[in-house]
């Protein structure tokens, strides 16, 4: 006897979405507007492609798609995004750009400056330094929240050592988490470790925006967001659609990690955003035996840098053994030890950071 298999939860989420209807009366499963569906352990994420005019005609579609996905049996978290495209049909295979992210202005009316930490490459260490550098704000007496926008390589969960799943505020907004006085989003805290998120640019845009907009970030002095690594179209979206009070780039000493940096500081002045300076990370390594500082990636390179290109030098973080074993046990070492060198440095970087803020041209 041959039995049939159950059917997957991608399956059951596309037979859902027949029952959902789009303004013209077309169902959403048969229009070909869907993109990016992934479905696995209860969460399920997907893209609606729409036209810019579209956008607005179509959030009740997104709402009822979300809605149909989570009644489904076995679904614990539902998150779809619309994606704008420039080709007149959706069914023909469209050139896609990011949606213009002009609500983040009344989105973020309670925060007082959004400040982007960004670097040209990954692996120089941004994700620590911008969880570091927030816990310093908060500590110098700021309310401060802090976005993981790196949608393929969150790293926020485990910095801060997060669990569980944002709450749902009034309405249909998330409640951001919280985390040694911070108020924390991140993808990570959304889908799977595990859970590869296979979307194009304009998507993972997408997703960042609703981020901003679909989170009750409440009011705040301060959110820092952990940007991307790079200067692709999810950096100069943030970049032109935020209003951004200004960008933090971080660099190790070494050659090849600031020719990138220098590309993210191009980037930043192209769309007007303030550069409030440079954090040389790894500056030197720190001998847990002997106390010797071994400069592994050279010495000075970013500081020599932010002297030529006429930027802050906001200072030079050390790497050292406990700095890697606070942020693998999420125990940010600002949190542990703010009086210890680390958190000395990150606070007086922190300081520099505010002055800066408070004391820029409007």
């Known amino acids: 006897m041959t039995t049939t298999p159950a059917p997957s939860l991608a399956d059951r989420a596309l037979a859902a979405l027949a029952g959902v209807h789009l303004p013209d009366g077309d169902t959403l499963a048969g229009s070909g507007r869907l993109a990016g569906l992934t479905a696995s352990a209860g969460k399920v994420s997907l893209a609606i492609r729409v036209t810019p005019k579209e956008a607005a005609a179509f959030a009740p579609v997104r709402d009822a798609t979300e809605a149909a996905l989570r009644a489904l049996p076995g679904v614990k978290q539902a998150m779809v995004v619309l994606t704008a495209e420039t080709s007149a049909s959706?069914?023909?295979?469209?050139?896609?750009?990011?949606?213009?992210?002009?609500?983040?202005?009344?989105?973020?009316?309670?925060?007082?400056?959004?400040?982007?930490?960004?670097?040209?490459?990954?692996?120089?260490?941004?994700?620590?330094?911008?969880?570091?550098?927030?816990?310093?704000?908060?500590?110098?007496?700021?309310?401060?929240?802090?976005?993981?926008?790196d949608i393929y390589g969150p790293s926020l969960p485990t910095l801060l050592g997060l669990h569980g799943k944002p709450r749902m505020a009034d309405g249909r907004k998330l409640r951001p988490m919280d985390a040694y006085g911070l108020k924390a989003m991140s993808m990570g805290l959304l889908v799977?470790?595990?859970?590869?998120?296979?979307?194009?640019?304009?998507?993972?845009m997408s997703a960042i925006t609703q981020m901003l907009a679909d989170v009750d970030w409440g009011v705040l002095d301060v959110l820092v967001v952990d940007m991307p690594p790079g200067t692709g179209d999810a950096q100069l979206a943030l970049a032109?659609?935020?209003?951004?009070?200004?960008?933090?780039?971080?660099?190790?000493?070494?050659?090849?990690?600031?020719?990138?940096?220098?590309?993210?500081?191009?980037?930043?002045?192209?769309?007007?955003?303030?550069?409030?300076?440079?954090?040389?990370?790894?500056?030197?390594?720190?001998?847990?035996?002997?106390?010797?500082?071994?400069?592994?990636?050279?010495?000075?390179?970013?500081?020599?840098?932010?002297?030529?290109?006429?930027?802050?030098?906001?200072g030079a973080v050390p790497l050292t053994m406990e700095l890697r074993q606070s942020s693998d046990a999420g125990q940010p070492v600002v949190a542990r030890d703010p009086e210890g060198v680390l958190g000395k440095t990150y606070q007086n970087i922190a300081r520099d950071v505010l002055h800066a803020l408070e004391h820029r041209k409007p």
Do not use: Y
């Open 192 to 204: 799977d470790a595990e859970t590869a998120m296979v979307w194009r640019g304009p998507m993972v």
């Open 240 to 314: 032109q659609g935020t209003q951004l009070a200004g960008a933090i780039i971080v660099s190790t000493p070494q050659d090849l990690s600031l020719i990138d940096a220098r590309r993210g500081i191009t980037m930043f002045r192209k769309v007007d955003v303030p550069i409030l300076g440079i954090i040389e990370n790894m500056a030197h390594f720190i001998c847990p035996d002997c106390g010797a500082k071994h400069a592994i990636f050279g010495q000075g390179g970013a500081q020599a840098e932010a002297a030529r290109l006429g930027v802050p030098f906001l």
């Open 90 to 149: 959706p069914k023909t295979p469209p050139t896609l750009k990011a949606t213009a992210p002009g609500p983040q202005v009344k989105v973020l009316a309670g925060v007082r400056h959004v400040i982007a930490v960004a670097s040209g490459k990954g692996g120089v260490g941004k994700s620590t330094t911008a969880v570091n550098l927030a816990l310093a704000l908060r500590a110098q007496g700021r309310k401060v929240g802090i976005l993981d926008a």
